[in-house]
């Protein structure tokens, strides 16, 4: 892979249901087209398009990256409620990639679970199941709706630096990185910048 290959490792396609219009065909060709080598799907809460996608990237040459922005409850999975204190969403976002078939039994083992036993609203895990299941597994802090991120944004850096410690620690250093988005929102580049001050601080990989 060169300085100019690029892969997109946070996308949604056609299964991020009310929230992706991506289709896979046109995500493979586009992808080659630009000289991407692979290539994740993250779709919002479940592994609906993975195997369709695996298929039609690996037959097209892309090599296909397995993953799912998961819905994370504040607390258990099993607490049931349209929102927390304050009004808050009763989740976080969490990007989770699959590195290895270990990785993917692991996510299909969370993802199952979230929508038998953490539904309310969204399909949600909780920490107790990513400590299970978190082998084989690379999270990134995703976008504005991820934990460290949503305690950037509420002006808690020392909160927000404790979550991302406790991320690393539960899928081990090296399997956690600091995620990066420029979509022109003001608000993103305020959490950039904190966010690069965090990797400073803590050597969390971006």
């Known amino acids: ?33 630009h000289g991407s ?15 369709k996608f695996f298929k039609k990237a690996t037959k097209a040459g ?8 998961a819905y994370v409850a504040h607390g258990s999975r099993f607490d049931q409620g349209a929102g927390t204190p304050g009004g808050k969403r009763p989740y976080h976002h969490l990007v989770l990639l699959c590195e290895n078939e270990k990785g993917y039994k692991n996510l299909c ?9 953490g539904f309310s609203y ?8 990513l400590r299970e299941h978190h082998e084989g597994l690379i999270a990134l802090s995703a976008c504005l709706g991820g934990e460290v991120p949503q305690k950037l944004l509420r002006g ?12 690393q620690d539960i899928f081990g250093e ?9 979509q022109g929102l003001p608000e993103q580049a305020g959490v950039n910048r904190q966010i690069l001050e965090m990797h400073g601080e803590t050597k969390i990989p971006l």
């Open 1 to 33: 892979m060169t300085d100019k290959q690029f892969v997109h490792l946070h996308l949604h396609t056609q299964y991020s249901l009310l929230d992706g219009a991506c289709r896979l065909d046109d995500l493979v060709h586009q992808a080659l087209a």
């Open 37 to 51: 080598p692979a290539m994740a799907i993250t779709d919002h809460g479940n592994l609906f398009g993975a195997v």
């Open 62 to 69: 892309l090599r296909p990256i397995i993953g799912c922005e």
């Open 109 to 117: 083992k969370l993802a199952t679970a979230a929508f038998l036993e």
């Open 122 to 129: 969204k399909p949600r895990m909780d920490k107790d199941l």
């Open 156 to 167: 808690q850096p020392e909160e927000a630096l404790r979550s991302a410690l406790e991320l």
């Open 174 to 182: 090296g399997n956690f990185y600091l995620e990066l988005q420029d």
